[in-house]
């Protein structure tokens, strides 16, 4: 017995806290080999689960697909860098902004793609607006948005797992030193980022290849509730640490004694910019994974326990990260520690080994739960929306289009993965670029549903506003370098978030061009407003 447990005893924290990781892994893989064994065989099973996701399903998914590295990863080394008013400049106003886009926009969308047969967003938008060039021009922007976003979690896996598994390993080639040329504790040791989120992509694909979207929503579920129990128990598990109190609330007082008090208030943040970044959360109405979960539920009143609990499961993960990132401004931090690897750093170095590695596991459920999401989608969009409309639906056997599905898959995981390992960026201000050119076609989705008079050159017009503009903002932005840059049309003292200019010259271009030229036809309208 003794004999057996030797290797066990003899492991290091970081050789413990990987195999703790990797059983986190093996776990994932099992749920996406069983959700497979349900697999109908047919196109509609792999990409929308057949329509047979209910409430609470539809909601741990929905909400395990909203909440990215940005959500864990991000809010925490934001809130480390400009203090608690993180929490209220995004996700109090996330809690209530996604909730009104599930009603306004998801359960609308939801009946219409059920009745008319869609299964993604360009399949919408060419129909109602009765223009192939829209599907022309959508599909590369809805990629060419994704794939950042993509490389978001990709990036932050990979340095997620190299800090908690740091010192596992004497390697020369995993040590890590920092800019004056000091072995970096923090990262020496520990699995390398590259290999860390191959590890991560390659898990996502094995299961998102074989359980489809049945094996997304399942292993999302998971995750969620992981990463949601998970996060309150890091939570208590540090306030206890480094309060150093008797009780909880006790060492939350201490620990808000020891914290600067300008990080305790939004005081330092222009009011103008805390509002403006309340455009942000609009982008989930136009989040093509999020389109594609909507359209599994079983009925519109699924929605409806999705709309009421996820502005509380918003407070339940985003309230421990960014009070975490508080207090580790109050905390002796390690110079080559990065913003982004706060949380993991604080974890690894003040909670107990073992339960280090499953909080590790948790921050990792919460990133690869939109992943997964992420990835399938591509594949719907490609199947459907290239392949099955140029080259005809019946060209390819429905086992044969979820074989094309598959390898797009396979593709965009690989472009993704070979991207991340080009440069690095901040989680959070890379994911702000990314929902600002997803937020700036709000209208567009929003007038599809509502207006009447929307015209497909108006909608052609409004999109290409915004691909203009949003490409102007981010080159002036240095390509993303400069995090502090803002527009400033009403003074230096009072600036406003990129996304509101985007989000007006989309409007502008939309609404103008709208009037200006013909609708559609009564006979297309009645299919889209008499749902």
């Known amino acids: 017995m003794n004999g057996s447990l030797a290797p066990i005893l003899a492991m290091n924290d970081g050789q413990t806290r990987l195999v703790i990781i990797l059983g986190y892994l093996a776990l994932l893989l099992f749920l996406g080999f069983s959700a497979s064994r349900f697999f109908r065989g047919t196109k509609k099973d792999y990409l929308l689960a057949s329509h047979s996701i209910g409430p609470f399903l539809l909601l741990l998914s929905m909400f395990g697909t909203t909440m990215t590295a940005f959500a864990l990863v991000g809010s925490s080394a934001e809130s480390f860098k400009k203090g608690i008013g993180v929490y209220g400049m995004l996700a109090s106003s996330s809690g209530i902004i996604h909730s009104l886009c599930f009603y306004v926009i998801g359960v609308k969308i939801y009946r219409i793609g059920r009745s008319q047969g869609y299964s993604t967003q360009i399949q919408f938008f060419r129909a109602r607006l009765e223009s192939d060039l829209i599907g022309l021009i959508l599909f590369p922007i809805l990629v060419g948005l994704i794939i950042p976003y993509l490389m978001i979690g990709v990036m932050a896996s990979g340095g997620v797992i190299q800090v908690m598994t740091a010192g596992a390993f004497d390697f020369e080639a995993f040590k890590v030193l920092d800019d004056k040329g000091v072995i970096d504790v923090a990262r020496s040791g520990g699995i390398p980022t590259q290999y860390g989120s191959a590890l991560v992509c390659i898990v996502v694909l094995i299961y998102v290849f074989f359980g489809g979207m049945r094996g997304t929503a399942w292993a999302n579920a998971f995750q969620t509730l992981v990463f949601m129990l998970l996060g309150v128990v890091s939570f208590w598990l540090l306030a206890m640490k480094l309060g150093g109190g008797e009780t909880i609330m006790e060492s939350l007082s201490n620990l808000t004694a020891k914290v600067d008090q300008t990080k305790l208030t939004r005081s330092k943040m222009p009011h103008s910019l805390f509002a403006t970044y309340m455009f942000i959360p609009l982008s989930v109405a136009m989040f093509p994974h999020l389109f594609q979960h ?3 539920a079983k009925s519109a009143n699924t929605f409806k326990l999705p709309i009421i609990m996820h502005p ?42 073992v339960m280090a590695g499953f909080l590790a596991a948790g921050i990792l459920a919460a990133i690869m739960s939109s992943l997964d999401s992420q990835f399938l989608c591509i594949g719907s969009i490609f199947t459907n929306d290239i392949v099955n409309h140029y080259f005809g639906k019946d060209r390819f056997s429905d086992q044969g289009q979820v074989w094309i599905a598959r390898a797009f898959v396979v593709l965009i995981v690989a472009i993704t993965y070979f991207l991340s390992q080009l440069g690095y960026r901040e989680v959070f201000h890379m994911a702000v670029w990314c929902f600002s050119g997803y937020a700036a076609l709000f209208p567009v989705v929003l007038a599809a549903l509502y207006w009447k008079r929307l015209t497909a050159a108006g909608v052609l017009s409004g999109i290409m506003a915004m691909v203009g503009s949003w490409i102007y903002f981010f080159k002036e932005s240095q390509w993303g370098a400069n995090t502090a840059y803002k527009l400033t049309p009403f003074g230096s003292d009072h600036p406003i978030m990129p996304v509101v200019g985007i989000f007006i010259c989309t409007c502008l271009a939309m609404v103008l061009t709208s009037y200006l030229t013909k609708p ?3 006979k297309t309208l009645a299919k889209f407003f008499d749902v």
């Open 294 to 296: 909507w359209l599994t």
């Open 312 to 353: 509380i499961f918003i407070m339940i993960v985003w309230v421990p990260c960014v009070l975490i990132g508080v207090w580790a401004t109050s905390v002796n931090i390690p110079e080559g520690v990065k913003a982004n690897e706060v949380l993991p750093y604080l974890v690894n170095s003040q909670i107990g080994t």
């Open 520 to 522: 559609p036809a009564e």
